[in-house]
T-cell receptor, first 114, second 112 residues
């Protein structure tokens, strides 16, 4: 079945450091890919998405490119801030069962220190 | 900005009791979902709901679970007889036209 493998955390960085969180997927067909973020005490929020190969999703300085050849959707940010501390989830859309459900990775906890 | 709201934020219940988790999806959304996250594990799909019926359910969603949209605004998840292993964060989500899903803040269910 469809699945997402995500870099295990936790990840601890200093402010202004470069961030990469790796995500690879296994899927039949051509799913849409997403990064969701969960700030402390809050729900899941969509951070960015890409719907087809070579698309780049971007938001709030974060970017991820849909790479079909490597089945990857790695999240990057050039300069992290303390306010980026959160749990990040990679996900894909799975349409195999008749609805458009999301399949998530395990999540990566990011802590950014001042 | 419209949002999905869930109540309560935290529910503690005794094993064997029934619980109802409530969600108010975004008003013009058509597709509704429940997901859960056991502590330290993945967010897992439970069920999807469209046009007043279940469109897909996972193997987790057994006879102990049911969903309902009783009044056109609320979307509920009922667990008939809770087990210890039902302790988790439950997320409601909705979307329109299969666009990206909007999630609520979650209900933390603790079964004791």
């Amino acid at each position: 079945g469809n699945s997402v493998t995500q870099m295990e955390g936790p990840v601890t960085l200093s402010e202004e450091a470069f961030l990469t969180i790796n995500c690879t997927y296994t899927a039949t067909g051509y799913p849409s890919l997403f990064w969701y973020v969960q700030y402390p005490g809050e729900g899941l929020q969509l951070l960015l998405k890409a719907t087809k190969a070579d698309d780049k999703g971007s938001n709030k300085g974060f970017e991820a490119t849909y790479r079909k050849e490597t089945t990857s959707f790695h999240l990057e940010k050039g300069s992290v801030q303390v306010s980026d501390s959160a749990v990040y989830f990679c996900a894909l859309s799975d349409r195999t069962g008749g609805s458009e459900k999301l399949v998530f990775g395990k999540g990566t906890k990011l802590t950014v220190n001042p | 900005e419209p949002e999905v709201t869930q109540t309560p934020s935290h529910q503690v219940t005794q094993m064997g009791q029934e619980v109802i988790l409530r969600c108010v999806p975004i008003s013009n959304h058509l597709y509704f979902y429940w997901y859960r996250q056991i502590l330290g594990q993945k967010v897992e799909f439970l069920v999807s709901f469209y046009n007043n019926e279940i469109s897909e359910k996972s193997e987790i969603f057994d006879d102990q679970f049911s969903v309902e949209r009783p009044d056109g605004s609320n979307f509920t998840l009922k667990i008939r007889s809770t087990k210890l292993e039902d302790s988790a964060m439950y997320f409601c989500a909705s979307n329109r036209d299969r666009a990206e899903a909007f999630f609520g803040q979650g209900t933390r269910l603790t079964v004791v």
